[in-house]
């Protein structure tokens, strides 16, 4: 497929809306309380009788330092003794997922975000890897996806020694924006030295993908500034990068509060480093996968949507969305067949239900026939742009036109915007439409009527 996009102002100005980001559908703005770890462990039981692969999510909590524009749950410390005590609950959190999972459901993909991963000790690192091995089925073949987030101030090419022995093999670096002043300004400093050197480190030790984090929208940012930011960055050659938009959200987001709002862009200026950043990535060959996420033509993201393979979970874009997701640790997020769960984000909650033996989860849903049918519909238009009705029709036992009658108006409208071309046989998203996939994956929302959009950060 062409991943060819086109910048349209007008059309950006009458569809750039707040919506979800749709690693989920139904979104964790759904989730409810009525879901309990019975629930998690009967969905676990199917899984391992179905012998379905696994993708595992492990949260680690802690960062040194606080960056004033996050919205991930964490803990702020100096104190690295602290992970001692989550570790042993996380290690019995392990043991009892564990307990329904079978030797031969093969983890594909495993990630570590948080907070800072790196936050760990190198043998803490070591001995919760060894954990993972002897309590699941990980690859050793160096062929799964086995990812870590990394702050570059915390790494060196020791800890890329480590990580890569023990089985890593893809990393991403958190990075934002390389210029002193706007660093000071979210309390992030970080020189592009850092950053060089631990790219350095993991090309040497044959890291299968290196990806690195830009947010545009941070306070003193301005187009030319975040312009050179961005050249910089292609200099370096990662295999992918994210351009996310910061969404200032003072209200939900305690740490945004040390952000002065007056010194953050204008809606103007946003635009137009996002649009800059968008010529100067597809001009050094970078093609756009979607929902701010760029790739080499060479990495697995960019052959995976060639091939009609992309997917997307609760770690955004993957070639492995039809794992069974599991997420360990304080706030993480499991995707078991039909079931959507979430662990407590109260650290001392998480660590008191762990430690009595029972489960942390909270919160979360199972799906409908409605659901995964919509589900599908927006991971199509998400990941390839386009949307065959028969697929669905064949597989759901609808017909298009009529199960979404509600929805026509407004795709005719699009139609007629040249956001997408619509057809008795599908539909797909013009060159113009494609920055606002979230808007026409949006239309197929059953939930957003009743949703706060204020809940949601801009499309861009």
């Given at each position: 497929m062409s991943n060819a996009i086109c910048w349209d102002a007008e059309l950006i100005r009458r569809y750039d809306q707040a919506g979800p980001r749709y690693t989920s559908y139904p979104t964790a703005v759904q989730f409810h309380d009525g879901i309990s770890p019975t629930d998690l462990t009967r969905a676990l039981a199917i899984s391992q009788s179905g012998k379905r692969d696994l993708s595992l999510y492990v949260h680690i909590p802690f960062?040194?330092?606080?960056?004033?524009?996050c919205a991930c749950n964490k803990v702020i410390t100096k104190?690295?003794?602290r992970s001692t005590a989550y570790l042993e609950s996380l290690y019995r959190e392990i043991d009892l997922i564990s307990a329904h999972a079978g030797r031969d459901q093969v983890v594909e993909q495993l990630h570590f975000g948080g907070g800072t991963p790196t936050f760990l000790s190198h043998q803490e690192l070591r001995d919760l890897l060894t954990k993972l091995r002897a309590s699941f089925n990980l690859r050793d073949d160096d062929l799964g996806d086995y990812s870590i987030e990394i702050d570059p101030r915390e790494a060196d090419w020791a800890t890329m020694g480590l990580l890569r022995e023990i089985g890593f093999n893809r990393v991403s670096f958190g990075v934002q924006d390389i210029d002193p002043e706007v660093q000071r300004a979210v309390n992030r400093l970080q020189s592009l030295e850092q950053t060089s050197q631990v790219m350095e480190a993991a090309r040497a030790l044959?890291?299968?993908s290196i990806n690195i984090d830009l947010i545009y929208g941070l306070p003193k940012q301005h187009p030319e500034s975040f312009a050179r930011t961005v050249d910089a960055i292609i200099e370096l050659k990662p295999d992918r990068l994210s351009v996310f938009n910061y969404a200032h959200l003072p209200e939900r987001f305690l740490p945004q509060r040390r952000i002065n709002s007056e010194d953050l862009p204008s809606p103007a200026d946003k635009l137009r480093m996002f649009e800059q950043s968008i010529k100067q990535l597809t001009d050094a060959g970078y093609r756009y996968i979607g929902m701010d996420h760029f790739a080499l033509p060479d990495d697995s993201l960019s052959i995976a949507q060639e091939t009609g393979e992309l997917q997307r979970n609760f770690q955004g874009y993957t070639t492995h969305g039809r794992c069974d997701l599991i997420g360990l640790g304080v706030s993480s997020i499991s995707q078991v067949g039909d079931l959507f769960c979430q662990n407590t984000a109260d650290i001392k909650q998480y660590q008191d239900r762990i430690d009595s033996g029972e489960l942390a989860t909270c919160r979360g849903l199972v799906s409908n026939d409605d659901d995964r049918l919509r589900r599908a519909v927006i991971a199509?238009?998400?990941c390839h742009f386009r949307l065959?009705?028969?697929d669905i029709e064949r597989a759901c036992h609808i017909r298009f036109r009529d199960y979404f009658a509600e929805c026509w108006p407004v795709l005719q409208q699009m139609h007629r915007d040249g956001l997408i071309n619509l057809t008795d046989q599908g539909i797909d998203i013009l060159p113009a439409?494609?920055?606002?996939v979230r808007s026409v994956c949006m239309v197929f929302d059953a939930y957003l009527a009743v949703d706060n959009q204020q809940r949601y950060s801009r499309i861009i």
């Open positions: 960062c040194a330092n606080i960056c004033y524009y104190d690295r003794s044959a890291y299968r199509q238009l998400i065959e009705f028969a439409g494609r920055l606002l």
